[in-house]
């Protein structure tokens, strides 16, 4: 994958719409994501052969508009479906083994500090998604708001590595991210509740 497949990182799931989930996806497809993650959690988050026919149903769209389709964690769907990749964090299996068995396909890490970075790179995760950079509501177990100073830190320690920004991450705020180094901002309320998703698509880049 190239850095520049993570300037504008879609994520979402159903529970993250006030609207249609898909239609909502294909606007977010049409109006320039370029990178989509599948994240189906929430009380009410679809489970079983539901969660597969939808995710089959997003994985479709993403490829009639040839953006990468990863699914947050859950490593088993991914390989079911043949996803393009798969999202983990630190609580899931070692980045070595997920690694083995995504060979050649992408593998991205959560990280929030220098020892989880390095872990990540070196056991061959293809990016890192480091926050919360702001705080947010879209995630109840998130960790407490960062700023960017790591996410600068990262930049400076690996200069090559694609790193994206997430975390309570708006159009208003996006550019200090950008220009702490990553090099994409991952975002879920900013174009799920978005009355114009081409404008804060554009306004993201």
Same mark, same amino acid.
């Given at each position: 994958m190239k850095r520049s497949d993570l300037a504008v990182y879609f994520i979402m799931g159903t529970e993250n719409c006030k609207d249609?989930?898909?239609?909502v996806l294909e606007d977010?497809?049409?109006?320039?994501i370029t990178f989509f993650q599948l994240r189906e959690k929430?009380?009410?988050?679809?489970?079983?052969?539901?969660?597969?026919?939808f995710a089959l149903a997003c994985q479709t769209l993403c490829k009639e508009y040839n953006v990468p389709f990863i699914i947050n964690d859950n490593v088993q769907l991914a390989l079911k479906i043949n996803a393009d990749g798969v999202?983990?964090?630190?609580?899931? /299996?070692? +980045?070595?083994? %997920?690694r083995e068995q995504f060979n050649g396909k992408i593998v991205g890490v959560s990280v929030h500090n220098d020892e989880e970075m390095k872990v990540a790179v070196e056991g061959g995760a293809d990016y890192v998604g480091i926050g919360p950079i702001y705080e947010t509501q879209s995630k109840a177990d998130a960790k407490p708001a960062a700023g960017v100073s790591f996410l600068s830190k990262?930049?400076?320690d690996y200069q090559d590595f694609p790193i994206v920004g997430i975390g309570g991450i708006t159009t208003e705020n996006a550019s200090e991210v950008l220009a702490a180094g990553?090099?994409?901002? /991952?975002? +879920?309320?900013? %174009?799920?509740?978005?009355?114009d998703?081409?404008?804060?698509?554009?306004?993201l880049k």
């Open positions: 249609e989930p898909l239609v977010a497809l049409k109006s320039g929430g009380a009410n988050a679809l489970t079983g052969e539901s969660l597969e026919k999202h983990v964090g630190q609580d899931d /299996a070692p +980045i070595a083994q %997920i990262a930049r400076r990553a090099d994409g901002v /991952a975002v +879920i309320s900013a %174009i799920c509740q978005s009355a998703r081409r404008e804060t698509i554009n306004l």
